[in-house]
């Protein structure tokens, strides 16, 4: 599977950004889909995930309720809408491909990781 992430930009604090999660090769409805990000200096974090049908959803406690994690398999993307972003929100996102079906929060288990896509929230 070949992932490509879009839709960074350049934000202010509180406004929303729709990020997009795009497969060129293979099916996002195959695998669970996970959002990560990097900020400078630190380590790649989990930030969001679902079960292959998308019917079971995982979020990090620092975007719970800001952010919502979607799965259109017909066109073979998922969506990850941002809200009232904050400055602490600035990374660099990208999605992986979870192929072994657990550990979905772990980047460890996600094989297949797409080029990021730059989120900034200025104050």
């Known amino acids: 599977v070949q992932l490509q992430a879009s839709g960074g930009g350049l934000v202010q604090a509180g406004d929303s950004l729709l990020l997009s999660c795009s497969a060129s090769?293979?099916?996002?409805?195959?695998?669970?889909i996970g959002w990560f990000r990097q900020a400078p200096g630190k380590e790649r974090e989990f930030v969001a995930t679902s079960s292959a049908s998308g019917g079971i959803k995982y979020y990090a406690e620092s975007v719970k309720g800001r952010f919502t994690l979607s799965k259109d398999n017909a066109k073979n993307t998922v969506y990850l809408q941002m809200n009232s972003l904050k400055p602490e929100d600035t990374a660099v996102y990208s999605c992986?491909?979870?192929?072994?079906?657990?550990?979905?929060?772990?980047?460890?288990?996600?094989?297949?990781w797409g080029q990021g896509t730059q989120v900034t929230v200025s104050s």
């Open positions: 992986a491909a979870n192929t072994h079906f657990y550990g979905l929060t772990s980047r460890a288990q996600y094989d297949y």
């Open positions: 090769v293979g099916s996002v409805s195959t695998y669970p």
